[in-house]
Every structure is written in structure tokens, then in C-alpha cells.
């Protein structure tokens, strides 16, 4: 990994939104999963309620039903993670004796579309369960989401580590939960990550100080080991796994100074780099944001965070072109590249550059022809490797939810 100032800038774009789509907000749950993104609650001027889908190859908004006595109610603060076609969505409950009663975990079938009830695909009984928080972290790990920390409304911030075996649906306390014992300790609005058999946590509060700390969890010996932070003291950012890093992105040191940053870590040579970007390519600063990304180094479900061996480049005619340009022939994407749009081409000769699809009908002249969805398929197979920024304070009351978006390469 290039040290710090070495990586080549990126160049970050807005994605115009329509008004067909969710509002602007923060404080919401997103994940992608098989080129989609899935966004659910959160806040604006109240708490929202509200579940979407978005694709980025078609640039759609389809409003996904929240009703039903499997669906969740409103929630702020929660979790959502992918996992075998199933949306996992944990906490984010405003307390009172009737929440305190439930097990706050809802699961949505991606397949066909509905939210389904939590023991219809288990027989096994719940002996023991977490109850509500928010500002926790949710991650799948093999066939286990783990849940860290988190505030509850008496208790404050809590160390608790729970595992969901996602098959048997039953959850048990992992080593670390226990006061005193050695690990990141009570905190909430952190970031988490997993990365092969280990989860990685940065930040986020404890108590009233934010915090820089950086640890990795092995799910092999159940064990907290204290890395080497990077970024400065955060708390409301958000991370991903990207191929052997991890990307994470905003948060700040107080809820008024939201910051921009975007930082890498690599796995393999266990050091921090902050990424530049382009001049004038500068994504806001956000808190209480959601990332998430797209293209083949985020497939699910395949065990690993790079794309397969044999993978290979794919061909395919490109229906959106720059307005001045005729259609092309693109050979995608063997290193994430891209054409860029009319006014991307830097100076600076940078390879960091938008993907021409239909998200960017701002910046390109699009064709409607119907040949675009026919090749959805191969349009979403070969995707550059994105990172989408969603929604943040500060936000814009009566406004579509904001999106910026960089793409990813070696760089």
C-alpha cells in the first residue's frame, strides 16, 4: 500500500436524484446487494419509516412496501447487512414497554421482495437474544452477523457482542462482552468491517469522548487485538470492505464539523493512506451517513473480498455516450477504468473517472433505447468498482436524498 500522500487523486461526482425517490435524511441503514442499494429509515424533521431500492444502471428509485406485522415500524440508528438473499435489519427502536418485549430484527427476502417473519426459516427456539440500541455496527462474517456495542436508552453506550447464526437464527454473546475485559469497551456510532475470518472497528464514542482507537476481532480464537489507528478521532462515519482494504469515509469530532476525508486501509500491509481527490472534486463533509458500494470487488456471498481468478474483462455496447460523441465500444473494466464525462478529463491524467451509465444523465446524453434494459445483466456485471456516498447532515429538508459517488481503481 502507497504510503499517505502517494495514491493518485480520485474524482468524486454528485448523482442527481429526482423527486420520485426517498428524501434527503441521516442517521438511515443501507447495504447493496447484487448491484442494488437498499435504503431504510432514519431521519429528517422526524423518523422516517420509509424503504427504497436503488439502481444505479437504470437510475430508479422503486418504493419497497414497510407494512405488516413482519415489517419494522420507524427506526434511526440501525443495521442492515446482505446475506444470501436475505436483508438482515437490526435495532433502531424508540424504546417503551412494548419494543422492550421484542427482539428488534427483521429480515426482507430480496427474491421476492417481502419482509418476512424471523422464525419462519428456523424451528429453533431463542434462549437468549440482544435487546434494542442504536449507533451499533452489523457486520456478516461466514454465516454469522455480528453485532457490536450500540446505546440503550437506560444502560447508555454497552460492549456487547452478539453473534446471529444467520441459518439457525440463533443468537449467543461472543468473549469481549464482558465489563473489564479487554477490547474496544462500551461505544456506539463506531464503523465495522469484515474482512476474511476478522472484523475490523474504528471510532465512534465512548461515553461523551470521541475516539481514534482501530481493533481487529479473529473470529478463530476469539480474540481483541489494538492496531495502529489512522484517521483522526471520528464518530458517525461509515466503511466498507473494498478488495483487500477498507474504505471509510466522513464522521467528524463533533456532530457541527463534518468532514470529507476518505481513507484507506490496507489488510495486507497493515498501514493507513488518505486518498486525495481531484481538484475541485471534493465530496461535502457528512455525518451520519451511509456508504455503499458497487461493482465485481463487492460481489456478495463469495467468501472473499477480491473477485474471482479467472475473472475477466467483458465487452459489452455501452447505451449512454458524451453528447458530442458517437457510441463507443468500451472494453470493461480489468482495472475499475472508465470513460470519463465531457468535463472529467483532467489535466492531471488521472484514471480515477465517473462510469458513463444512466445514474450520470446530468453529464451525458443517454439513449432510451430498450436495448439499455435488455442488457441490465451485463451492464451490472461489469460495473466499475464504486464507492456511494447516501444522505448525511447536514441534509436538505424537502429534497431527494443526496449521492455522491467515486470510483475505485489500483490508484
Known amino acids: 500500500m502507497p504510503a499517505t500522500g502517494q495514491t493518485s487523486p480520485c474524482l468524486w461526482t454528485p448523482l442527481p436524484q429526482s423527486r420520485l425517490g426517498p428524501c434527503d435524511r441521516y442517521k438511515h441503514a443501507c447495504c447493496s446487494y447484487d448491484g442494488t442499494v437498499y435504503v431504510l429509515g432514519g431521519r429528517d424533521s422526524g423518523c422516517l419509516g420509509d424503504f427504497w431500492k436503488y439502481s444505479v444502471v437504470l437510475d430508479e428509485w422503486t418504493r419497497l412496501s414497510c407494512t405488516g406485522e413482519a415489517a419494522p415500524e420507524e427506526l434511526e440508528q440501525h443495521t442492515m447487512v446482505a446475506h444470501k438473499g436475505f436483508l438482515y435489519v437490526f435495532g433502531g427502536m424508540w424504546d417503551s414497554p412494548f419494543t422492550g418485549r421484542r427482539c428488534p430484527l427483521w429480515v426482507f427476502d430480496t427474491v421476492n421482495q417481502k419482509w418476512v417473519p424471523c422464525q419462519g426459516k428456523t424451528s429453533s427456539p431463542q434462549t437468549q437474544r440482544p435487546s434494542n440500541r ?88 476469539h480474540t481483541w487485538t489494538c492496531l495502529k489507528p489512522g484517521p483522526p478521532r471520528l464518530t458517525g462515519h461509515a ?75 467483458k465487452h459489452f455496447r455501452n447505451r449512454c455516450f458524451p453528447a458530442s460523441q458517437p457510441d463507443i465500444e468500451m472494453e470493461t473494466f480489468s482495472k475499475g477504468l472508465s470513460s470519463p464525462a465531457p468535463d472529467a478529463r483532467s489535466e492531471t491524467g488521472s484514471d480515477c473517472l465517473t462510469f458513463d451509465n444512466k445514474a450520470f444523465r446530468k453529464q451525458w446524453s443517454c439513449s432510451d433505447d430498450p436495448l439499455l434494459r435488455q442488457e441490465h445483466g451485463d451492464l451490472l456485471k461489469n460495473l466499475p468498482d464504486a464507492l456511494l456516498v447516501l444522505g448525511g447532515r447536514p441534509y436538505s429538508r424537502h429534497s431527494p436524498i443526496s449521492i455522491w459517488s467515486v470510483t475505485l481503481t489500483d490508484c
Open 134 to 221: 442504536k449507533g451499533h455496527s452489523a457486520v456478516v462474517l461466514g454465516s454469522a452477523m455480528l453485532v457490536y456495542g450500540g446505546f440503550m436508552d437506560i444502560k447508555g453506550p454497552v460492549q456487547e457482542f452478539w453473534s446471529l447464526n444467520l441459518y439457525t437464527m440463533a443468537w449467543s454473546p461472543l468473549s469481549g462482552s464482558e465489563r473489564g475485559s479487554s477490547g474496544p469497551g462500551p461505544r456506539h456510532n463506531h464503523s465495522a468491517v469484515a474482512y476474511q475470518s476478522d472484523m475490523f472497528l474504528f471510532g465512534g464514542l465512548k461515553g461523551l469522548r470521541e475516539q481514534r482507537d482501530f481493533w481487529k476481532w479473529n473470529s478463530t480464537n
Open 239 to 313: 466503511a466498507v470492505t473494498y478488495r483487500d482494504s477498507m474504505l471509510l469515509f466522513g464522521g467528524g469530532e463533533s456532530h457541527s464539523s463534518p468532514n470529507n476525508g476518505l481513507w484507506r486501509y490496507s489488510f495486507s500491509s497493515q498501514s493507513w493512506s488518505r486518498v486525495a481527490s481531484l481538484p475541485g472534486s471534493d465530496a461535502p463533509g457528512r455525518i451520519h451517513h451511509c456508504c455503499a458500494g458497487l461493482g465485481r470487488s463487492y460481489e456478495a456471498d463469495t467468501g472473499s473480498s477480491s473477485p474471482a481468478p479467472d475473472s475477466k474483462p
